[in-house]
């Protein structure tokens, strides 16, 4: 390197002086074409990383860090997997609950809406619905369909159709078919 190179270096970075080494990209800092350093797109990730696994620490639920960041869910296990700390594993399994379930606020609302709709339903409104649910399904409508209709599970249908079925209730055997190709 030159004199006139060790002073611009210099002046770069207040006046200490940094070797250019570059990178596996380009052997030189001072006259990479890249925009952005590749170093500081590693800083960023790192910090992305952080960031993702301090939420996750939180009990937040790995389908709404996903989201957050727009990835996949096992993109975002992999990153807890690789980056956590001990500190973060334990904080998370001190906020976890032992159910499956989300217990985020947005889900324990829903499902509250939704058990009190079921409870809400009298035995006279549920063989109404029952039938209407055979009806649909012998004119060729899907179980998702349905489901989706009557805001069930679509297992909650097919069990619906099973019962009508022991009951004598003559179903078209083409079209009574469950979501796994068993016969209803």
Request: positive net charge.
């Amino acid at each position: 390197m030159t004199r006139k190179h060790n002073a611009e270096q210099q002046t770069l970075v207040d006046g200490v002086f940094y070797a250019d080494t570059g990178c596996y990209l380009h052997p030189s800092c001072l006259n990479c074409p890249r925009a952005v350093c590749i170093h500081d797109e590693e800083a960023e990730k790192e910090a992305r990383y952080d960031e993702i696994c301090a939420l996750l620490a939180t009990g937040e639920h790995v389908v709404h860090v996903a989201s957050r960041f727009h990835t996949h869910p096992k993109a975002i296990r992999g990153i807890w997997d690789r980056h956590a700390t001990d500190q973060q594993r334990a904080a998370r399994k001190r906020t976890l609950k032992p159910t499956r379930s989300c217990k985020c606020a947005m889900h324990v609302e829903q499902r509250a809406e939704q058990r009190s709709r079921r409870a809400a339903i009298t035995a006279g409104e549920r063989n109404a619905r029952n039938q209407e649910i055979v009806q649909l399904r012998w004119k060729g409508h899907s179980v998702a369909r349905i489901a989706v209709r009557f805001d069930l599970h679509y297992r909650s249908v097919e069990e619906i159709l099973t019962a009508a079925r022991r009951k004598g209730i003559a179903l078209p055997e083409s079209r009574m078919r469950g979501s796994n190709g068993t016969q209803l």
